[in-house]
């Protein structure tokens, strides 16, 4: 049996976007956004959709969580030879959406990405939940097919034996795991508005150099 939304809308009215009062460089409005979806209380605002497209030209996209606002871009963290680390090993190019319900507003970023600086990973991943590091070493091959939860369960106490929580052995960080950097090219901030009268705003690098200006404009929604 078929499910119907036709009927299902809601009209936006929270909050509009200017044109001419936003700031020349989308990291600032980025930042702007991010501090009050995280002063509304905003469930997990640093999570996005991360879509990638690998050799077989078929898009993928799953939750991955921001870890980073940096100069150029934005940084999460993943295993490397996961299904999106592969599709990045193969096209480097992705984007991530942002989608804030409570403010009816989201962010679409595209760009170029790399893995980080190993050093960099490293230190972060000393920074994570001691269980958190020891998933990381359950979740190898990440995606691949496992026989049962039994035998994860088995893999994660075997690891928590190995290196428990408070000792003076750390759980070594995966050489398969790290960060990528998502250098940012174009960034779309919407807004939404009523009678479907959205606000999108645009911005585009004028060029790859570092601290390269930006062009801003409107779309039709």
């Not at 936003?22 to 905003?42: C, D, G, H, R, Y």
């Not at 992705?94 to 403010?103: G, P, T």
């Not at 990405?113 to 998933?135: E, L, N």
Request: net charge negative.
């Amino acid at each position: 049996m078929s499910m119907d939304f036709t009927d299902q809308r809601l009209s936006y009215e929270k909050g509009a976007l200017d044109q001419q009062s936003i700031p020349t460089s989308p990291f600032e409005l980025l930042k702007e956004w991010m501090n009050e979806a995280l002063a509304q209380k905003v469930q997990e605002p640093y999570a996005m959709s991360l879509a990638t497209c690998g050799a077989d030209n078929k898009p993928s996209v799953r939750i991955v969580l921001l870890r980073e606002i940096t100069d150029n871009g934005i940084i999460f963290y993943t295993n490397y030879e996961s299904a999106k680390g592969q599709d990045i090993a193969e096209n480097p190019n992705a984007e991530v959406l942002f989608f804030w319900h409570e403010l009816e507003r989201q962010v679409r970023i595209s760009g170029s990405i790399a893995k980080i600086d190993t050093a960099k990973s490293a230190a972060y991943f000393q920074k994570r939940p001691h269980d958190s590091q020891v998933g990381a070493w359950v979740s190898q091959p990440q995606s691949g097919e496992v026989a049962s939860r039994d035998v994860m369960e088995q893999t994660f106490d075997q690891l928590q034996a190995d290196y428990p929580d408070n000792s003076q052995v750390p759980v070594p960080v995966p050489a398969f795991w790290g960060g990528y950097e998502i250098t940012i090219e174009q960034v779309e901030f919407w807004q939404g508005r009523a009678n479907r009268m959205h606000d999108r705003i645009v911005y585009t690098q004028d060029s790859k150099q570092n601290n390269a200006s930006w062009t801003t404009k409107r779309l039709l929604p």
